[in-house]
């Protein structure tokens, strides 16, 4: 290294350590990532067709028989169901711990209606861990499940950035 | 009255041990855009306390009769010998004039520490590792020829490179003898760079915590802390005014004091990215130099202006 970019190197690290110890605190900004991306233009349908998104299951298809939540082996599935006078079954609240699921498809594999399946949504950050319980019930499931949706699936996040 | 006077100093050393501890590591982590420490206390104050705490239940003391004479004494030496040269600077310019107020002493002090310390820890590291070692050793030894070729600037405005000179020099240049000409503010700075030099001793920590214990360890961490605030306060008594010793002076030291080791460890958070040959380069190149330097202006300006 030549003796003035060493001395230059110097002085601009003191200038740059000053800059942080001195300058004022962390500046956030926010900005908004969205999938599809604008730019690219890619959709859900460009990714890999065994792309694994979280789990979602179709109350509309779903039976109640428990088996999925028999089959989950980390406990990541909760199920609140009644049966009506006609034999039938109804689920009233159906929740998944998103946190917990590690992607093991026991429960897609089990089901017999085929109503649990993967999305291709896979942005996950939330900023509270309750966040990540995705809890269906028959009435709001289309409002719930849009938060984490495929179609509008809208991450933000928050980059740091100094003056 | 005297034992008073020592309890008092050794009490303000601690307290500045702890300071600048908290201080050092605060200034890191807000240089490396991290919070830094902040479980314990108020802003993270009481986490010095909690962690030396710590480092006493880590791992077992050694016996210390086990450890041998040289190393007893080697340790012994590494911790006490900055108290004993902080002890002699405040107390010696203000109260013992008899050596020109200590300052062969401290000379004796720190090259005895040093001596000690190194011929110890020498013969305790294994060949691959001595190369390291004496690299270090050179470093620290350029570092001491910048600092005593700025300090003989104001030793010249001063007439006697002693202690019980320069606090009557201070008087004539009321707390800032670095300002009285260029050369002693040139040499204030160069000096300031080369006690980076110097004091950068974390390496022999690792070397004793390695042959000896990380409690020894942990100890000689505070020897080097003792020794940063030992040398700043010399650097600060030389170029910005000695501590008088009394109550009312203290705000005003401590002020000082702050404000050199918050330089010191700007510095020391700045050039870690640089290898240590480049700051090699640097401190022969430019730091010893630029002292030669402000030593001919200073006797260029003396020669003109008095």
Same mark, same amino acid.
């Given at each position: ?36 991306d ?9 990714l ?44 009233n609240?159906?929740?998944?711990h ?9 429960c897609?594999d ?14 996950l ?14 009435a ?12 509008d ?11 | ?133 004496r690299?270090n ?18 030793? /010249? ?9 320069? $606090?009557? &020099?201070?008087?004539? !240049?009321? =707390? %800032? @003898? ?20 110097? /004091? ?9 915590? $390695?042959? &000896?214990?990380?409690? !020894?360890? =942990? %100890? @000689? ?8 605030i030992?040398?700043?306060?010399y ?16 705000p ?10 918050? @330089? ?43």
């Open positions: 290294m030549n003796f003035n970019e060493l001395v230059k190197m110097i002085f601009r690290s003191l200038k740059m350590s000053a800059r942080y110890i001195f300058g004022s605190h962390v500046r956030y900004r926010v900005s908004i990532e969205q999938y599809p604008i730019v690219s233009g890619k959709t859900d349908h460009d890999f067709p065994k792309t694994k998104g979280f789990l979602t299951n179709d109350l509309s298809r779903c039976t109640g028989c428990g088996e999925c939540i028999t089959a989950c082996p980390v406990s990541a599935l909760k199920m609140d169901k009644e049966i009506l006078s006609d034999g039938t079954t109804k689920v609240q159906f929740d998944i998103l946190g917990r699921c590690y992607l093991c498809s026991a897609v089990i089901c017999p209606v085929s109503s649990i399946d993967y999305t291709k949504a896979f942005e950050a939330v900023e509270k861990p309750n966040d990540l319980i995705l809890s269906l019930t028959g709001e499931r289309n409002a719930k499940a849009g938060k984490f949706s495929t179609k699936s809208v991450r933000i996040r928050t980059y740091e950035v100094r003056r | 009255m005297i034992f008073f006077i020592i309890a008092y100093n050794i009490v303000l050393l601690l307290f500045f041990v702890l300071l600048y501890s908290f201080m050092e590591r605060k200034i890191q982590a807000r240089a490396q855009h991290r919070v830094g420490v902040k479980q314990m206390g108020i802003y993270g104050s009481g986490h010095i306390f909690a962690d030396n705490w710590k480092n006493f239940y880590k791992n077992a003391f050694a016996d210390w009769r086990a450890l041998g004479f040289l190393r007893q004494s080697s340790l012994a030496v590494t911790v006490l010998s900055p108290v004993l040269f902080y002890l002699v600077l405040t107390i010696g310019a203000n109260y013992f004039p008899v050596f020109g107020g200590g300052g062969l002493l401290l000379c004796m002090i720190l090259l005895t520490s040093l001596v000690i310390e190194n011929f110890f820890l020498f013969s305790q590291t294994e060949n691959n590792e001595r190369l390291k070692m690299k050793q050179v470093r620290a030894l350029l570092g001491f020829t910048i600092f005593f070729v700025c300090f003989l600037v104001p030793a /010249l405005r001063a007439g006697g490179a002693s202690l019980w000179d320069f $606090k009557h &020099t201070q008087a004539e !240049f009321p =707390f %800032l @003898l670095a300002l009285s000409s260029p050369a002693a503010f040139l040499a204030a700075l160069v000096s300031l760079f080369s006690l980076f030099f110097i /004091l950068n001793l974390q390496p022999i920590v690792n070397y004793h915590e $390695k042959y &000896t214990n990380s409690a !020894f360890a =942990f %100890l @000689l961490l505070c020897a080097r802390r003792l020794w940063v030992a040398l700043t306060s650097w600060i008594f030389v170029f910005w005014g000695a501590h008088v010793g009394g109550v009312f002076d203290l005003f030291y401590v002020a000082r004091l702050l404000v050199a080791l918050f @330089l010191l460890s700007w510095i020391g958070v700045a050039l870690p990215g640089i290898r240590n040959s480049n700051a090699m380069e640097v401190a022969l190149k430019a730091l010893l130099p630029a002292g030669i330097f402000s030593l001919i202006l200073e006797i260029f300006w003396m020669g003109f202006f008095r």
